[in-house]
Nanobody, 115 residues
Framework: QVQLVESGGGLVQPGGSLRLSCEAS????????MGWYRQAPGKQRELIAQ???????THSESVKGRFTISRSNARNTVYLQMDSLKPEDTAVYYC?????????WGQGTQVTVSS
C-alpha cells in the first residue's frame, strides 16, 4: 500500500513562512523523484519544485528564491520550505513520487495566504 501523507499547510499572512512535509510509505523512497505541485481555483495543476534521486533540485520561476525543496531519505520525507509568501501562492499543494511508470500523489494540503 502506497501512501503519501502531507502536513504543514494552513493560513498565513503575506510575507510569512510555512514548511510542508510529505512522508511516503510503501515505496523505496530513495529511488523516486519527488515533486511538489499546486493547484489554485480555476487553474491547472502546476509543478513548482522537484528533487531527483541524486538530490538535484528544480524550482519554477514563480517560486524561485522563495521556496526550497529538500528530502530526507532516512525519514522517507520530502519538504517544501516556503518563505516570503504571497496571496497568489494560495492553492492546494500536492506531493508527488515518480519512478518509471509509477506515479503517486498525496491527498493535497491547503495553503492560504491572506491578511
Amino acid at each position: 500500500q502506497v501512501q503519501l501523507v502531507e502536513s504543514g499547510g494552513g493560513l498565513v499572512q503575506p510575507g510569512g513562512s510555512l514548511r510542508l512535509s510529505c512522508e511516503a510509505s510503501g515505496i523505496i523512497f530513495s529511488l523516486y523523484t519527488m515533486g511538489w505541485y499546486r493547484q489554485a481555483p480555476g487553474k491547472q495543476r502546476e509543478l513548482i519544485a522537484q528533487i531527483t534521486t541524486l538530490f538535484t533540485t528544480t524550482h519554477s520561476e514563480s517560486v524561485k528564491g522563495r521556496f526550497t525543496i529538500s528530502r530526507s531519505n532516512a525519514r522517507n520525507t520530502v519538504y517544501l520550505q516556503m518563505d516570503s509568501l504571497k496571496p497568489e501562492d494560495t492553492a492546494v499543494y500536492y506531493c508527488n513520487a515518480a519512478r518509471a511508470a509509477n506515479n503517486f500523489w498525496g491527498q493535497g494540503t491547503q495553503v492560504t495566504v491572506s491578511s
